[in-house]
């Protein structure tokens, strides 16, 4: 069964200081993995994906997340924060072997600080 | 421009209503699928579509009712909505492989 979980409900950080958004997972075949972000009263928008090439994954925005198998995690950063990128952040593990099924984590809300 | 379209975007409506949100693409895409989203609890799968007249129930299918007639359209159906089913509703589609959905802007039910 495929599940994931985020580390950390909120983050904070400062204005220009880098981001860290943590996420493992576990999956039963090798995973398909993403990220995506919802700004508030907005739909969700894919920042980047793992699809079983480089493990080092970049995203729109600045964004990057590296898939470490032996950690089974997919943690998302971002060198230095901007004050829009304050969001609510969610990773997603799927299955293509399920009908494309995604499954969430609870999400990360970032903060940034002026 | 290629999107998911959600209507209507709030909605408020009283216990037992029947009620219906619809979603459609316009990417021809095979995969369809319907989510909420409730504080703490990050989105749950309602029920997705592989393919017109293909349906199969997700994690939180009770009280929901979906139909795949036609490609573009999966509409999601609320035979008596209860309180319980005050939520934040998004509709995504995807094509096959992993590409990753498309998500609509969301619906915001409430049901008094």
């Known amino acids: 069964a495929q599940s994931v979980t985020q580390l950390d409900s909120h983050v904070s950080v400062s204005e220009g200081t880098p981001v860290l958004l943590r996420c493992n997972y576990s999956s039963s075949y090798s995973p398909s993995l993403f990220w995506y972000v919802q700004h508030p009263n907005k739909g969700l928008q894919l920042l980047l994906k793992?699809?079983?090439?480089?493990?080092l994954v970049k995203g729109i925005n600045g964004f990057e997340a590296e898939f470490k198998k032996s950690e089974t995690s997919f943690h998302l950063t971002k060198p230095s924060a901007h004050m829009s990128d304050a969001a609510e952040y969610f990773c997603v593990v799927s299955d293509p072997n399920t009908g494309n099924q995604f499954y969430f984590g609870t999400g990360t809300s970032l903060t940034v600080i002026p | 421009e290629a999107q998911v379209t959600q209507n209507p975007r709030y909605l408020i409506t009283v216990t037992g209503k029947k009620l219906t949100v619809t979603c459609s693409q316009n990417?021809?895409?095979?995969?369809m699928s319907w989510y909420r989203q409730d504080p703490g609890l990050g989105l749950r799968q309602i029920y997705y579509?592989?393919?017109?007249?293909?349906?199969d129930k997700g994690d939180v299918p009770e009280g929901y009712k979906v139909s795949r007639k036609e490609k573009r359209n999966f509409p999601l159906i609320l035979e008596s909505p209860s309180p319980n089913q005050t939520s934040l509703y998004f509709c995504?589609?995807?094509?096959?492989?992993?590409?990753?959905?498309?998500f609509g802007s969301g619906t915001r039910l409430t049901v008094v």
């Open positions: 990417m021809n895409h095979e995969y």
């Open positions: 793992y699809t079983s090439a480089a493990t």
């Open positions: 579509s592989m393919n017109v007249e293909v349906t």
């Open positions: 995504a589609s995807s094509p096959p492989g992993l590409s990753g959905y498309t």
